[in-house]
């Protein structure tokens, strides 16, 4: 029963966001250990421990690739006129 409730909200979220549930709390991380990062005295280790992370490396990949990903989009998305 709790798979379908899990389901059901992802599925939920999807259809009024456009996006996944996952990737929203991911970019939410990702936003948040760049606010970190610029904002406070914190370690980029101690963030990425706070955040759920592995370790720093693994949180630096992830910002790396949603950078990357986000790039690629916008490129797409310029029109030529």
């Given amino acids: 029963m709790v798979n379908e409730s899990n389901q059901y909200?992802?599925?939920y979220f999807k259809r009024n966001t456009f996006k996944k549930f996952q990737d929203y709390v991911l970019h939410t991380?990702?936003?948040i250990?760049?606010?970190r990062a610029k904002f406070t005295n914190?370690?980029?280790q101690e963030a990425a421990s706070k955040l759920g992370f592995t370790d720093s490396s693994h949180l630096n990949k992830m910002?790396?690739?949603y950078r990357e990903n986000n790039v690629r989009n916008k490129k797409g998305n310029v029109r030529l006129q």
Avoid: P, T, W
């Fill in 29 to 31: 991380k990702l936003r």
């Fill in 42 to 44: 914190a370690s980029f």
């Fill in 33 to 35: 250990a760049r606010s």
């Fill in 9 to 11: 909200f992802s599925d």
């Fill in 63 to 65: 910002i790396k690739k």
